[in-house]
């Protein structure tokens, strides 16, 4: 069966640091993976996705970055966090042909 | 074109009622409408989908109408009970050539059950 683990699954950072969360996904090959945001009492708003190895779609412009360095492993990075970075992150897959997406538990990151 | 709006933003029902969600979408292409379930500090999950082949689909207590000529669907949460507090969240997306899209999700719905 196919999982996804994302970590950590909470994090206090000062503005200005580094960021590096990691998501990756076991028991399935070449998944799309997705980067999501939810910010308080809003909705999923998509900031990257890739269908490969190697290959990034940004849907918004912001403050971060998503690597893809192996086939079942998604990163989210940034140089120098924002406290308008803060919100719930959740990392999900799905298959080529499938429609279903399917959710890590998400990383609650605190800008202070 | 890409916009799924989701009303209302939340919702308070009676153990035993009715909840009701409804979501509108602009893009005819669509064709997978994907209802997910999110419990607080947890990532959301499929709880039922439909495609416009078919105006209903039932999973047990869970029931989404869909209306192709309106563009809208539903969520019908029937006997509501507590442990179905979550936010509740309607999705589309459409096929590109045998290759689904990225989901466009609505704002989400908060559904708080009173014992």
């Known amino acids: 069966s196919q999982t996804i683990h994302q970590w950590p699954a909470t994090l206090v950072q000062p503005v200005g640091s580094p960021l590096s969360l990691e998501c990756t996904v076991e028991?399935?090959?070449?998944?799309?993976l997705y980067w999501y945001r939810q910010a308080a009492g809003r909705g999923l708003q998509l900031l990257f996705y890739?269908?490969?190895?190697?290959?990034i779609s940004s849907e918004v412009p912001q403050n971060l970055s998503a690597s893809r360095p192996q086939d079942r492993q998604f990163i989210l990075s940034s140089k120098k966090l924002l406290l308008s970075d803060s919100g719930f992150y959740l990392c999900?897959?799905?298959?080529?042909?499938?429609?279903?997406?399917?959710f890590g538990q998400g990383t609650r990151l605190t800008v202070v | 074109q890409q916009q799924v709006k989701q009303s209302p933003q939340s919702l308070i029902v009676q153990k035993g009622g009715i909840s009701i969600i409804n979501c509108a979408y602009e893009?005819?292409?669509?064709?997978?409408f994907p209802w997910y379930q999110q419990f607080p500090g947890k990532g959301p999950a499929l709880l039922i989908a439909?495609?416009?082949?078919?105006s209903e689909k039932k999973e047990g207590r869970f029931t989404i109408s869909f209306n192709k000529s309106a563009k809208q669907f539903s969520l019908h949460i029937m006997d509501s009970q507590p442990g179905d507090s979550a936010t509740y969240f309607c999705?589309?997306?459409?096929?590109?050539?045998?290759?689904?899209?990225?989901?466009?999700f609505g704002k989400g719905t908060k559904l708080s059950v009173k014992p």
């Open positions: 999900a897959w799905s298959g080529n042909m499938n429609t279903e997406a399917f």
């Open positions: 028991g399935t090959s070449n998944p799309n």
């Open positions: 890739s269908v490969g190895i190697g290959q």
């Open positions: 893009n005819t292409a669509f064709d997978y």
């Open positions: 439909i495609r416009p082949d078919v």
């Open positions: 999705a589309a997306s459409r096929n590109y050539g045998g290759s689904q899209g990225n989901l466009i």
